[in-house]
């Protein structure tokens, strides 16, 4: 039976020699980046803002402009309502209450007799939150402390693995990937929410993978061809490992894809989060991690002293 290969084999893409160009590009979406969330701002989730959030099934398709013209005379403040899937499936987001627990128990009591009015029938709740100021500060606080130790336990890992220049590769493609995901949600505004902190770790966890395999490769073929230049050499790493890198993104993003179009609302800004970290994980491996290595002036005696010698392809 034939097998089926994306890739050729003995591919010879010269991917070193694009590092200044894709490296000035990186930089200057970080940059991009930086600025879209100091000034615009990410549309953080009732997980990191507070207040409340009902998902309500109606017994026929919901009118959204009726519905949002009778909450919005209840002097709650601002109120959001979408399509949840299907037409007759509504999210109502409403900003937390002044008063504590029981305003924001009050305010729930008071839409759910509006909608009971409003739609005609008896409206199924399906869901119900309530979060409060302080609860959304101490997980904004944790989202924002477990994305940073992630990071830095993997900087660590690779720091020990392999020499230094390969560690400051890590460290530089990591914040590639999480400062370019947060400015991906700071300029579609898609809600931001701890499943998106998830995402993100995902994808860092995802780009350290790949940065794994091509280091791999990378220091293997120091050892083999001592005499090498060192750009060639990584071209030839990373078309040694180009297949596998296709394989494993191209299966991932099929996952995605299902999840972000038969998933629903619930995961919609989680999978699109992962959509967008397969392709710039994939990309900061090849044109952020390994070019430092360029730049760092990293040669075949830097690895033979810590590396064993039994080491194989």
Known sequence: MKKLRLIPDNTNIKFAEKRVICVSLSVIFIIASIVLYFTRGLNYGIDFEGGIMLEVKTPQVAELAQI???????G??????????????????????????????AAVAQIKQTL?????????????????????GELKQQGFIAMTLAILAMVIYVWFRFEWQFGIGTVLALIHDATLTIGFFSITQLEFNLSVVAAILTIVGYSMNDSVVVFDR??????????????????????????????????????????FFFGGEVIRAFSAAMLFGVFIGTYS???????????????SEDVQVQAPASATK
Not at 68 to 74: D, I, Y
Not at 93 to 104: C, I, L, S, Y
Not at 287 to 294: F, N
């Open 76 to 105: 709650l403040g601002d109120v959001g309502i979408q399509t949840f899937g299907a037409p007759d499936d509504i999210l109502i987001r409403v900003e937390k209450q002044p008063g504590g627990d029981e305003a924001q128990q």
């Open 285 to 299: 491996s090849i044109y952020v991690g390994a070019p430092v290595l360029i730049w760092f002036n990293l040669r």
């Open 68 to 74: 949002r013209s009778a909450l919005g005379s209840l």
């Open 218 to 259: 990378i220091r293997e073929n120091l050892r083999k061809y001592k005499k090498m230049g060192l750009v060639d050499l990584i071209n030839l790493s990373v078309n040694e490992t180009l297949s596998r890198t296709i394989m494993t993104a191209l299966t991932t993003l099929l996952a995605l894809l299902a999840l």
């Open 116 to 136: 009971d009015k409003v739609i005609g029938g008896q409206p199924d709740y399906r869901r119900t939150e309530v979060v409060g100021p302080k609860v959304s």
